[in-house]
């Protein structure tokens, strides 16, 4: 099985030369506009984002949202791998992190663990990680591995599930990348927990434009592809239920420095995860990749759209987020 960063898409490029003193000393300081207003001072943190698009999305919702309660925040956003970052929530550097608990638990947890439900790798993660750390509630959405049609081809094969598969998958041809054919969550979990025997597998790249392209000429007819990759929208594609944990669970889920959130921290994060879903997720990614919307235009307009946080007034951002690593803003209108 493929070691996931955070998820595996994301980070694997990353050379872990870089340290975790430099990765933070690079995130600058700089002031900009909160789209949402504020209310008195409760407490200050620092939210971390790894190094992809929709790690930084989501610390720039989390960013503004407790912006908008009143706390100050620090943002050290684009650190890193988990590698890099891990050690400096263990440690309260970083008080709050955009995470997905599969990814967590495999890599930084317990690379032993066979968790595969969102409720068994939370429990998991609850036992083991270091007492310094928390994990909050899960959200719905999850940034995962599935197996993906075009809507073509559910539609003429009555598709939902990939337990629906069964009878044609003899006749199909799946993609993704090599490592998927002898993944125990690739072809080998197929065949064990669905019964599914392809007519053969074709090596693409890893939910990029390979198998994408791949997947709509209908060169395969199915391919591993990640659950918030946008083009799953703008190509008209389905992933498929994986109704017996396939492919385990990816929930985002913020993790956070026990001792740096108080009780307003946690119920606005615990709130923005009770309203975030795989498809809203899916959504924005959309947005930022497509469609070149700005991170802070992106994260409020789902902060808007959901009513969060509950007691801010929020204006359209009058500007783009500034192209910057990091920076200091307050709980203040600017």
């Known amino acids: 099985m493929l070691t996931r960063s955070a998820p595996r898409k994301r980070l694997g490029v990353l050379g872990l030369a870089v340290t975790a003193s430099v990765a933070l000393a690079a995130c600058g300081s700089a002031n900009s506009s909160n789209p949402l207003k504020p209310s008195t001072s409760k407490g200050s943190v620092g939210v971390g984002s790894a190094n992809f698009p929709e790690a930084e999305l989501l610390a720039q919702i989390y960013s503004l949202a407790l912006q908008a309660k009143g706390v100050k925040v620090t ?188 009780a307003t921290i946690v119920s606005t994060l615990n709130a923005i995860s009770a309203k975030l879903t795989t498809a809203s997720l899916l959504a924005m990614d959309k947005d930022l990749s497509i469609n070149h919307e700005s991170y802070q235009a992106v994260a409020t307009a789902w902060l808007q759209q959901e009513g969060l946080p509950n007691e801010a007034g929020i204006r359209t951002p009058a500007v783009a987020r500034p192209a910057v690593a990091g920076r200091a803003v307050s709980g203040a209108a600017v």
Not at 205 to 225: C, H, M, N, R, Y
Request: aromatic share 6%; no cysteine; proline share 6%.
């Open 75 to 262: 943002e050290k956003f684009n650190i890193g791998a988990r590698e890099v970052y891990y050690p400096e929530v263990e440690s309260g550097a970083i008080t709050i992190m955009p995470e997905y608990n599969g990814a967590l638990l495999s890599t930084s947890v317990d690379t032993k663990s066979t968790a595969a439900t969102t409720t068994d790798v939370d429990a998991a993660l609850n036992a083991k990680h270091p007492a310094s750390l928390e994990i909050l509630n899960p959200s719905a959405a999850q940034d995962k591995d599935s197996v993906t049609v075009t809507q073509a081809f559910a539609a003429k094969n009555h598709l939902t599930s990939i337990a629906d598969l069964k009878s044609i998958a003899g006749t199909m041809i799946i993609g993704g990348p090599p490592e998927f054919k002898t993944r125990t969550d690739g072809l080998v979990g197929l065949a064990r927990n669905y019964g599914l025997h392809f007519k053969s597998f074709s090596p693409l790249d890893e939910s990029g434009p390979i198998t994408l392209k791949a997947l709509t000429d209908g060169k395969v007819q199915a391919a591993d592809v990640f659950t918030t990759t946008p083009q799953i929208i703008t190509d008209h594609l389905v992933a498929l239920a994986d109704p017996k944990f396939n492919f385990a669970a990816q929930n985002v889920v913020p993790l956070v420095y026990k001792k740096g959130v108080n």
